[in-house]
């Protein structure tokens, strides 16, 4: 498995692995909708400053990735980043692919003078709690929702 920076021209692939991350969240949160294609989002995102999107590759193919982006404010002395879609195909679960993933994208972060990694992941989404949570990551802010 090798972790690499995502090529120009591999938006698309990462468009479609976060159309599969959105609908393996609906079992949590059934206000997303299930017809709901990403295009033409990474291959944007990617050319912008202060982004890192990451993939991870077996086999010349494209099983898993990470898309994070650097988050100043004059509020802070010092910025912090965002770890906002993190996403490994199933059959490629549990071999250290997601943890690898996370794991270049702090390293990334470090090196740009990063106070804290911030994330938002669904209450019941216990695995990838458990992954966050073995990287350091604990509960600082509460994201609330009134269903009407
Ligand atoms: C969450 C996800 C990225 C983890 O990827 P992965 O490659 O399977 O994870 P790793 O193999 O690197 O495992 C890292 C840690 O996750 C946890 N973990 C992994 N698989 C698990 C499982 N089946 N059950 C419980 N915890 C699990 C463990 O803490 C593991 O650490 P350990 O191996 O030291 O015990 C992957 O399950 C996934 O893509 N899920 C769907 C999308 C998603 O939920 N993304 C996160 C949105 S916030």
Redesign the pocket.
């Known amino acids: 498995m090798h972790i690499r920076p995502a090529k120009s021209d591999e938006g698309a692939v990462c468009d479609e692995l976060l159309t599969?991350?959105i609908q393996?969240?609906r079992q949590w949160e059934p206000n997303l909708n299930e017809d709901f294609i990403v295009t033409n989002n990474y291959a944007y995102r990617l050319a912008e400053d202060g982004t890192l999107l990451l993939v991870?590759e077996e086999n010349s193919e494209v099983v898993?990735f990470l898309f994070g982006f650097l988050s100043p404010s004059p509020v802070l002395k010092r910025p912090t980043a965002l770890?906002d879609?993190?996403?490994?195909?199933?059959e490629?679960?549990?071999?250290?692919?997601?943890?690898?993933?996370?794991l270049r994208f702090r390293e990334w972060v470090k090196e740009q003078g990063v106070y804290a990694i911030e994330?938002?992941?669904?209450s019941q989404?216990?695995?990838?709690l458990?992954?966050?949570?073995?990287?350091g990551f604990s509960e600082a802010k509460k994201y609330m929702q009134c269903n009407l």
């Open positions: 599969r991350l393996t969240e991870a898993g770890l879609a993190l996403f490994v195909c199933k490629h679960r549990s071999k250290g692919i997601g943890k690898a993933l996370a994330l938002k992941v669904m989404n216990t695995t990838a458990r992954l966050y949570e073995s990287l």
